[in-house]
T-cell receptor, first 111, second 110 residues
């Protein structure tokens, strides 16, 4: 069974569009995260949520809005997509302070 | 910024032990050493972590020096499937922010 899953796996869209990426974990964790890995392969944290409450927000543009409907889900909505948003986005989850487990990633390409 | 330094790349012959070093000279007393790896196009995969003592699991061994300023991840019998980027990270368990550096690109050669 997949522990941390993301949909879609690939997302190709035009500049200016709005898109969402979904993440679900079945590990019973209370904390979830979004990371961005750019073309230079650096993996950077964007957000973390603990029990549906925003804990970390790493100066990400406000076009990015995470939404956590419940502890098992953390979705990422992106408005007015720009070329620089092209990257691989990874979701992760953990019990607070414990090891983080990552999803398979969503490759976003903005044309 | 990442608090660790690692070699950019390493090669290892298939079947031999792969020893991946990591320097973390500014590590504080309550920070753990974590290792993850990322196989091409996949999500980072947790390998092992430790505080002071050496640790071993089904994937690898972690050797931490007595002063805790460096560590070595050991893959005892490297296979081609171990080719990946390996990240050494230090973090407090009370602080959820994990900072990844560029890691070490390990190539296992037949």
């Amino acid at each position: 069974d997949t522990a941390v899953s993301q949909t879609p796996k690939y997302l190709v869209t035009q500049m200016g569009n709005d898109k969402s990426i979904k993440c679900e974990q079945n590990l019973g964790h209370d904390t979830m995260y979004w990371y961005k890995q750019d073309s230079k392969k650096f993996l950077k944290i964007m957000f973390s949520y603990n029990n549906k409450e925003l804990i970390i927000n790493e100066t990400v543009p406000n076009r990015f809005s995470p939404k956590s409907p419940d502890k098992a889900h953390l979705n990422l909505h992106i408005n007015s997509l720009e070329l620089g948003d092209s990257a691989v986005y990874f979701c992760a989850s953990s019990s607070a302070g414990d090891t983080q487990y990552f999803g398979p990633g969503t490759r976003l390409t903005v044309l | 910024d990442a608090k660790t330094t690692q070699p950019t790349s390493m090669d290892c012959a298939e079947g031999r032990a792969a020893n991946l070093p990591c320097n973390h000279s500014t590590i504080s007393g309550n920070e753990y050493v974590y290792w993850y790896r990322q196989i091409h196009s996949q999500g980072p995969q947790y390998i092992i972590h430790g505080l002071k003592n050496n640790e071993t699991n089904e994937m690898a061994s972690l050797i931490i020096t007595e002063d805790r300023k460096s560590s070595t991840l050991i893959l005892p019998h490297a296979t081609l499937r171990d080719t990946a980027v390996y990240y050494c990270i230090v973090r407090e368990t009370s602080y959820d922010k994990v900072i990844f550096g560029p890691g070490t690109s390990l190539s296992v050669i037949p």
